[in-house]
């Protein structure tokens, strides 16, 4: 592998996905750029509740974002599916005294099925009539490989939250300590290439 480029901030590789340092934030507005057409003529608000200052997090770009997207998009989905109610989704980030950062994706939608709560991130759970059950399991793999955990809980008065918690990655560590891949041994890793 050559050297990366002077000023570059790459540090690691795996296959051909480049592991980089990342400001969530940035990667946040990026994603949320890419809604504005499909939400316009929708009555559906966006708040963003973003932390001033955030540490950087080490990981691949397509990944992080591919998290985004998935939780932006089932929030989109559940709003959608609620009439005449408030239908707003809420995007916050927060540094956690510098160890770590904090996604998470509220929304006012009906909220996940109690009876289903422990199975949403298994790969093919869907309650949608034309879903695949990905979504959410995809998410779950890239935020443990990233060494970051993934859970939801119950919004008031209803909805739920969405949380992603990424360990910090000073620009100065040398070591990264994003997980390798493991050999494609499921569906899942070998259609998105894990
Ligand atoms: N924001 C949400 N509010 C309520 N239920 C949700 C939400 N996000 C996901 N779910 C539930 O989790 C299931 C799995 O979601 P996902 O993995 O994205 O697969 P899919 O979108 O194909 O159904 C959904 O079918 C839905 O029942
Ligand atoms: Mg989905």
Redesign the pocket.
């Given at each position: 592998m050559p050297p990366p480029p002077p000023g570059s901030s790459t540090c690691w590789s795996v296959r051909d996905a480049t592991v980089r340092w990342h400001g969530v934030n940035e990667l946040v507005l990026e994603v949320l750029r890419t809604f504005h057409a499909e939400l316009a003529g929708e009555e559906i608000a966006m708040r963003l509740e973003l932390a001033r200052q955030l540490p950087p997090v080490a990981g691949h770009n397509g990944q992080f974002h591919e998290v985004i997207i998935?939780l932006v998009?089932?929030?989109i989905?559940?709003l959608r599916a609620i009439k005449g109610e408030r239908r707003e989704l809420t995007v916050r980030t927060e540094d956690q005294k510098g160890r770590s950062v904090i996604f998470e994706l509220e929304?006012t939608?009906?909220?996940?099925?109690p009876n289903?709560s422990d199975r949403?991130?298994d790969a093919f759970?869907?309650?949608?009539p034309d879903?695949?059950?990905?979504?959410?399991?995809?998410?779950q793999r890239i935020v443990e490989r990233h060494n970051g955990q993934i859970s939801?809980s119950p919004a008031h008065p209803h909805?739920?939250i969405?949380r992603v918690v990424l360990p910090a990655s000073s620009r100065s560590s040398s070591v990264l300590t994003v997980a390798k891949p493991r050999r494609a041994s499921t569906p899942i890793e070998e259609q998105k290439g894990y």
């Open positions: 998935n998009d089932t929030g989905a559940a929304d939608g009906p909220g996940i099925d289903r949403i991130f759970t869907s309650t949608k879903g695949i059950g990905l979504g959410l399991a995809i998410c939801v909805g739920c969405f």
